[in-house]
């Protein structure tokens, strides 16, 4: 929502005879991370990587695709001759940004810097700027690795790109909707890549369009890129399943026609790239599930009445604006995370800590949970945040929308993500396929940290800021 050097398959198949032989897991302990680096040039055996993401997307909508009558086959392929999870456990907060910079990195958003979608705003004038620009992100990612060992990497549409270093990038931004967005993202796209696709794959979409028809364009011009580039690493991020939960709730039958829409270009991507590659290890991630709302809370309400943000005199025209600010509060969904000016001085803290336990107390606010820096920091949350509300069921947060706007109000949207990592409504999706990897094997619940270096190692790369060892795909375990 907008307003909103790899592993062969031989070395993988000797890899799995020993820990079969022996008992052990190669690539369960901490070494697989720093094996040695990867013998570079063609015929090495390394893994070319399809990575897609499919916002939003919940692992029961394919695991138990049939019970909720949908009709996903080429995800539901996954769990037959691939490797999945029944769900993964995502990071705080378990917002878009956040958490696709944690599905590049293997790192914590307090690690890897990008804590939120929006930037820290709390004079709200920044018109509710993203945090699109890939020199935010402090931990290096799979496409830094990749261009590192000397592998091309591309990219359709993944969050936090723009600027990123790649062979070929389609990188996401936005600012207004104006046709002035195709002008920058023509821009800062890689020179030359949008006028080589557009002939055959058509006009691409607007960084600001996040419908199904959008997702379409963007596959296929990553189709395009896998047949004319063979990429050895690419990224392809759709959105229509996110914005159509929102707007409609998850569960709901746009919500399916959708995801059943996506499930047949996820379906032409793994054609094209197996036709390109087939070699190649194809991974579909989400980044967050979905929780349905039916009410918003207003926190900026509590901070203008307790004077902790001034507002301006309205000007000739009525406008009001922040004047200034001692607490804001910096929403993502289901938690806001509170900012204070002078995080030192006790009094002010004590004060904005009394102002949240008065609002917790009220039941019809529906906070289950105070967070203080100790819990933020043990959840690798925004270091720089002075408390988290968590959010209780049904209930989303609101940033500051206008001076007069109550405390609770109903919910903008239907559906929502971002409250707490283990909320099991959160959990988001991992499958993986390709050569060596088990088929029908289910790793149960996996931290979404140990994705990235998992799929570092199909590339026989590794991930200096990791924070978790790459995933066993090498025992098979009963369902
Ligand atoms: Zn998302």
């Not at 000797?14 to 015929?43: D, F, H, K, V």
């Not at 956040?98 to 599905?103: F, R, V």
């Not at 959708?258 to 054609?271: H, S, Y």
């Not at 803290?349 to 906070?367: F, G, M, T």
């Amino acid at each position: 929502m907008k307003a909103a050097a790899r592993g062969s398959f031989i070395g993988r198949c000797a890899r799995l005879l020993l820990s079969l032989a022996t008992g052990t897991s190669l690539l369960a302990s901490g070494s697989a991370i720093s094996r040695e680096a990867p013998p570079s040039g063609p015929g090495t055996g390394h893994h070319p990587v399809l990575m897609i993401s499919i916002d939003g997307l919940r692992p029961g909508d394919i695991t138990d695709a049939e019970a909720r009558g949908l009709r996903v086959p080429n995800l539901r392929r996954f769990l037959k001759t691939g490797t999945f999870a029944s769900g993964v456990t995502g990071v705080l907060p378990t917002l878009t940004y956040p958490s696709h910079t944690t599905l590049i990195t293997g790192a914590a958003p307090a690690r890897h810097g990008i804590v939120n979608n929006t930037t820290f705003d709390p004079m709200a004038f920044n018109q509710d700027g993203w945090y699109w620009y890939a020199s935010d992100v402090r931990a290096q990612t799979l496409w830094d690795s990749a261009g590192a060992a000397g592998l091309t990497t591309g990219n359709v549409h993944w969050p936090v790109s723009v600027g990123a270093k790649l062979t070929w990038n389609l990188p996401q931004i936005w600012r207004t909707g104006h046709a002035d967005d195709a002008k920058l993202l023509r821009a800062l796209a890689t020179p030359g890549l949008l006028d080589e696709l557009q002939p055959q794959a058509g006009t691409y979409a607007a960084g600001i369009d996040e419908s199904v028809e959008a997702d379409e364009v963007r596959a296929r011009f990553a189709e395009r890129l896998i047949a004319r580039h063979h990429p050895d690493f690419l990224t392809v991020y759709l959105t229509g399943l996110d914005h159509t939960q929102h707007a409609e709730g998850p569960g709901s039958a746009p919500a399916h026609a959708v995801l059943e829409r996506i499930d047949t270009a996820v379906g032409k991507l793994i054609v094209a790239e197996r036709a390109a590659r087939p070699d190649a290890v194809i991974v579909v991630v989400s980044d967050h599930g979905f929780a349905p709302v039916d009410t918003a809370i207003n926190l900026s309400r509590v901070l203008i009445d307790a004077g902790l943000l001034k507002l301006t005199p309205p000007d000739p025209f009525g406008k009001v604006k922040i004047a200034s600010w001692e607490a804001a509060a910096w929403t993502s969904g289901g938690t806001i995370a509170v900012m204070l000016a002078r995080p030192e001085e006790a009094a002010l803290r004590e004060r904005v800590r009394s102002l949240l336990l008065a609002l917790k107390a009220d039941p019809a606010n529906r906070i289950t949970a105070i967070l203080e820096p100790d819990a933020i920091a043990r959840a690798g949350g925004n270091p720089q945040a002075a408390f988290y509300l968590a959010l209780g069921d049904g209930m989303m947060a609101v940033p500051y929308l206008g001076p007069t706007v109550p405390l609770r109000i109903p919910a903008p949207s239907k559906g929502m993500h971002g409250y707490l990592p283990e909320d099991p409504r959160m959990q988001s999706t991992l499958l993986i396929a390709g050569p060596g990897i088990p088929a029908g094997l289910d790793l149960g619940h996996v931290d979404m940290r140990a994705i990235a270096p998992t799929v570092a190692a199909e590339m026989g790369l590794t991930l200096s800021g990791a924070e978790l060892p790459v995933l066993d795909l090498t025992v098979v375990r009963k369902r």
